[in-house]
T-cell receptor
Framework: GAGVSQTPSNKVTEKGKYVELRCDPI?????LYWYRQSLGQGPEFLIY????????DSGLPNDRFFAVRPEGSVSTLKIQRTERGDSAVYLC????????????????FGPGTRLTVL | EDKVVQSPLSLVVHEGDTVTLNCSYE??????LLWYKQEKKAPTFLFML????IEKKSGRLSSILDKKELFSILNITATQTGDSAVYLC???????????FGTGTRLQVTL
C-alpha cells in the first residue's frame, strides 16, 4: 500500500477483555515495529520484527502482550486481560532495513490505534 | 538506560519567528538521530543525522548533530501556523532495531 495502515483507529474495551490491533506495513518493508504512546510522552518501543520473526521484543511490558507476523507482512498486537494502564495510542512503523543492514532505517509510521480500557 | 531529553517542553511563538528546538541524549552505542513531526497521530519523518557538523536542510527546517556534546538542534525559520505540532527527537542505538524517543516539544505558532 501507499503507507502504513492500522486498524481499528479507535478501540474501547472493558478491563479484563482481550484485544487485537492490526498493522499493515508498506509493501516490501521487511522491518516492522510496534510502539506505545501515552498522553504527553514520546512513543515507547515494544517489539521489532524482521520478516516473520521477532528480532527484539525487549519492550513488551509483560506476558499479557504478544505480537505475531506470520507471513512477514501484516502484524497483529495482542493484549490479554487488558488493564486501564494499557490505555494509549499504539503506533506501528515499518522500514526497508534488512538483517544484513541494507536499505534505509528511516521508519514510516501509521496513524495508530487509540486504545481505551474502561 | 538510554535517555533522550528534549527542551523546551512547549513553546508559543508568533508567525514569522525563528525557533530552535533542542535534543540531548545519553545512550550506549549511538548510531543515528532522527527528528519527526507529529500533528495528530502518525509521526512524519523530517531528518536523519549520523555525522557531526553536517547540516541537513529542507525548506525552512534545518538540523545539525554534535556527537561530541551529544545533542542536536532543529531550527525552523519564518514559522507558519502549519508548523504547529509536537516535534519528536529519537535515537537509534546498538543494532539499530529500535528508536528511543524524547517526550517531544509542543510548538504552537500563533497569528
Amino acid at each position: 500500500g501507499a503507507g502504513v495502515s492500522q486498524t481499528p483507529s479507535n478501540k474501547v474495551t472493558e478491563k479484563g477483555k482481550y484485544v487485537e490491533l492490526r498493522c499493515d506495513p508498506i509493501s516490501g518493508h521487511t522491518a516492522l515495529y510496534w510502539y506505545r504512546q501515552s498522553l504527553g510522552q514520546g512513543p515507547e518501543f515494544l517489539i521489532y520484527f524482521q520478516g516473520t520473526g521477532a528480532a527484539d521484543d525487549s519492550g513488551l511490558p509483560n506476558d499479557r502482550f504478544f505480537a505475531v507476523r506470520p507471513e512477514g507482512s501484516v502484524s497483529t498486537l495482542k493484549i490479554q486481560r487488558t488493564e486501564r494502564g494499557d490505555s494509549a495510542v499504539y503506533l506501528c512503523a515499518s522500514s526497508s532495513i534488512t538483517l544484513a543492514g541494507r536499505g534505509s532505517n528511516e521508519q514510516f509510521f501509521g496513524p495508530g490505534t487509540r486504545l481505551t480500557v474502561l | 538506560e538510554d535517555k533522550v531529553v528534549q527542551s523546551p517542553l512547549s513553546l508559543v511563538v508568533h508567525e514569522g519567528d525563528t525557533v530552535t528546538l533542542n535534543c540531548s541524549y545519553e545512550v550506549t552505542n549511538f548510531r543515528s538521530l532522527l527528528w519527526y513531526k507529529q500533528e495528530k497521530k502518525a509521526p512524519t519523518f523530517l531528518f536523519m543525522l549520523t555525522s557531526s557538523g553536517i547540516e541537513k536542510k529542507s525548506g525552512r527546517l534545518s538540523s545539525i548533530l554534535d556527537k561530541k556534546e551529544l545533542f542536536s538542534i532543529l531550527n525552523i525559520t519564518a514559522t507558519q501556523t502549519g508548523d504547529s505540532a509536537v516535534y519528536l527527537c529519537a535515537v537509534y542505538t546498538g543494532t539499530a532495531s529500535k528508536l528511543t524517543f524524547g517526550t517531544g516539544t509542543r510548538l504552537q505558532v500563533t497569528l
